[in-house]
């Protein structure tokens, strides 16, 4: 969501701000900017609409310049148009800013500001920051850096932010509270930006800025970096561990069919030295110094929003069948606001791919508040739920580009089983040869997962009948009803077409009234505990003319009979079945929303990472 790309140093500034936009599409925008300071002045240059809108734009301007700031920006305050688009100048234009995130009490900061003579050309927030700004550096008579520090004091709400001025044309101001904001350290150069993506392929050395931290990047200095309240701190250098080829297709047409097809690496990258099923064992490092504390636990409480909350619906199934301790998932969004009951006998697992979801962080510090144990999983190294958290895992999915989350989910999954395995291993909740059919399963997943993928042009073809359906219906039992679930919001996120998902026997209270000739209906209906019910429920959909796409395990010969249409899957242990079953349903997704002309990795109106309300 939104996207800050700032450059200062010996390159063009302009050529590395629009390379960083370009990487930074995948978090969702509807407009861009850029602000270089040239020998001639300040320019800015801003549009609705694309990047390449902006390159247009600005094709034949003046661009000389080595240092400059950039933004996409996902509208909250303002329609996306030219004016509302980022960056935003001060009064006089001698400053300007980019900016993520929300200043929730900009309101009366304008009113105040307007009686002092300020005008306001656009509806946002951000541009009475900036005039907030550069009231306090005129009227206190001080630096920029302590014009920023002292503004931030009167703000209320989130923000990341970098900031430049046209009479220092060697400095660049940047700040962060709730939105995440990282700069790279290069030879003679720096960078800032939203995530590593922009900086990745000029420097491998990052600073990941803490709460409410203040960056001042002179050329030819080392940063200094201060908080709010004026308190030094020490730059903490780490290494990205990504890599350039990670955030590149590949030869895919698009990212999320590449993170589709990567899933077999991703998971096995997340079960990499975590599990041994010769040798019997499950290790977890980051549960190590708060193990006591989550086996005596009273109760889970899973927070997450969209696909993450889908993978805690999964894992509420694993832990309370394998751990037997009660588990509740929760929507990060209402958790926050409902007074939620929270003790410090509960362990709260707080799951997001991007480790920034501004809701799901929300939950974590009000869950700390009451004391409970908040265990983090997340994608991202150095991200704000990963610092937040009192222990967590990394899911080591690599970076997913696609707005749309598929390899993230089969990850956390994977990483979510792994937790429930060790510390039902622990609590002795589980029998050792149950313990060693699941763990010796887990390593198969992969090679499963790989054979499923195999099935891509059936599941073209299938999807070839359904690009204009207006309707779908996702139906599982038990382990596949959050499949269900996911599949549905796969299909409508990117296809732009409606689709429920639905607990199988939840069909007869209501959904079935929708089921005619023209519903198509897919049917988790792989073998286990609830297969019997869940040919029923096929059966009873049947008898309304609705038309089945079931996902089957292979051999079985009774579904794929009553089915329309059936992809087949390897016979997998009941409990790893959502690893393996979402694969196709991902899948037919992707090909009916490139049938349908659809921008599959930029969904329209969505963000990758969700950092504000």
Same mark, same amino acid.
């Given at each position: 969501?939104c996207?800050?790309v ?28 850029i ?9 800015v ?45 001060s009064?006089?234009?001698? #400053?300007?800013? %980019?900016?993520? /995130?929300i ?7 304008? +009113?105040?500001? =307007?009686? *002092?003579?300020h ?46 001025d046209k ?43 803490e ?6 990047i002179?050329?030819?200095?080392e940063?200094?970096?201060?908080n ?15 890599? #350039?080829?990670? %955030?590149?297709? /590949? ?8 993170? +589709?097809?990567e =899933?077999? *690496?991703?998971i096995l ?24 504390k ?5 109760r ?29 998932v ?22 997001s ?5 501004a ?9 700390k508040?009451?004391?409970?144990t908040?265990?983090?999983?997340c ?32 990850? =956390? ?12 291993q ?12 699941i763990?010796s ?5 992969p090679?499963k ?8 042009d059936?599941?073209y ?23 269900a ?28 009234a929708?089921?005619d ?30 038309i ?22 390897p016979?997998v ?36 990472s969700?950092?504000?309300?």
């Amino acid at each position: 969501m939104c996207g800050i790309v700032a450059y200062l140093g010996n390159r063009q500034a302009y050529d590395v701000i629009i390379k960083g936009l370009h990487r930074l599409e995948y978090r969702g925008y509807d407009s861009a900017g850029i602000a270089l300071n040239l020998s001639s002045g300040l320019k800015v240059y801003k549009c609705k609409g694309k990047v390449s809108d902006l390159e247009n734009h600005i094709a034949n301007q003046d661009t000389n310049s080595t240092i400059g700031i950039g933004h996409t920006r996902w509208a909250t305050h303002g329609v996306p148009n030219d004016v509302n688009a980022h960056p935003h100048s001060s009064q006089s234009k001698g #400053l300007v800013m %980019i900016h993520n /995130g929300i200043i929730e009490n900009y309101s009366p900061i304008k +009113i105040e500001l =307007q009686k *002092r003579g300020h005008v306001f050309e656009s509806d946002t927030d951000t541009e009475v920051l900036i005039h907030l700004i550069e009231e306090i550096k005129n009227n206190e008579k001080c630096s920029l850096t302590e014009a920023v520090r002292l503004s931030l004091n009167e703000v209320v709400g989130a923000y990341a932010i970098v900031v430049m001025d046209k009479n220092d044309n060697n400095m660049l101001v940047a700040a962060k509270k709730g939105s995440p904001l990282v700069v790279g350290i290069g030879e003679d150069e720096f960078f800032c930006a939203s995530d590593a993506t922009p900086i990745i392929e000029y420097t491998k050395n990052v600073v990941y800025l803490e709460e409410e931290e203040i960056v001042e990047i002179n050329r030819g200095e080392e940063i200094k970096i201060i908080n709010i309240k004026n308190q030094t701190k020490t730059p903490y250098i780490q290494e990205l561990e990504m890599s #350039l080829e990670a %955030i590149e297709k /590949g030869g895919y047409p698009h990212f999320m069919l590449k993170e +589709i097809f990567e =899933q077999p *690496r991703s998971i096995l990258d997340s079960m990499r030295g975590r599990m041994n099923a010769n040798e019997n064992y499950v290790k977890m490092g980051g549960i190590s110094e708060y193990k006591q504390k989550i086996m005596n636990a009273e109760r889970f409480i899973v927070v997450a929003c969209g696909t993450s909350w889908h993978a805690g619906l999964v894992a509420e199934y694993l832990f309370e069948d394998l751990t037997r301790i009660p588990v509740e998932v929760e929507y990060a969004s209402e958790f926050r606001y409902r007074n939620p009951i929270i003790t410090e006998k509960d362990v709260v697992i707080a799951i997001s791919q991007s480790g920034e979801t501004a809701d799901t962080l929300a939950a974590i510090e009000l869950a700390k508040s009451k004391g409970a144990t908040v265990f983090g999983v997340c994608n991202v190294a150095g991200s704000s739920i990963a610092r937040a958290t009192h222990a967590g895992s990394y899911t080591h999915a690599g970076p997913e580009i696609g707005v749309a989350s598929t390899k993230a989910f089969t990850a =956390q999954v994977t990483v979510l089983t792994l937790m429930a395995l060790h510390i039902a291993q622990a609590k002795g909740s589980i029998k050792e040869s149950r313990f060693h059919q699941i763990l010796s399963e887990m390593e198969g997943i992969p090679a499963k997962v790989h054979k499923t993928l195999q099935s891509n042009d059936l599941i073209y073809k299938i999807a070839e009948e359904f690009q204009d359906a207006h309707n779908f219906l996702y139906l599982g039992r038990g382990y596949s009803f959050p499949v269900a679930l996911e599949g549905a919001l796969k299909l409508k996120e990117i296809s732009y077409i409606h689709a429920e998902g639905y607990p199988a026997a939840e069909m007869k209270h209501g959904p079935i009234a929708l089921i005619d000739e023209k519903m198509p209906v897919v049917v988790i209906a792989t073998k286990g505990v609830n297969y019997e019910k869940v040919v029923s429920n096929i059966q009873e959909v049947k008898a309304r003319k609705g038309i089945i796409i079931s996902i089957v395990t292979e051999g079985d010969s009774q579904v794929k009979e009553m089915s329309d249409y059936s992809i087949e899957i390897p016979d997998v242990e009941e409990c790893l079945v959502p690893l393996v079953s979402v694969v196709p349903l991902q899948l037919l997704s992707y090909h009916i929303a490139v049938m349908r002309g659809c921008n599959v990795d930029q969904p329209r109106n969505l963000a990758k990472s969700v950092t504000v309300e």
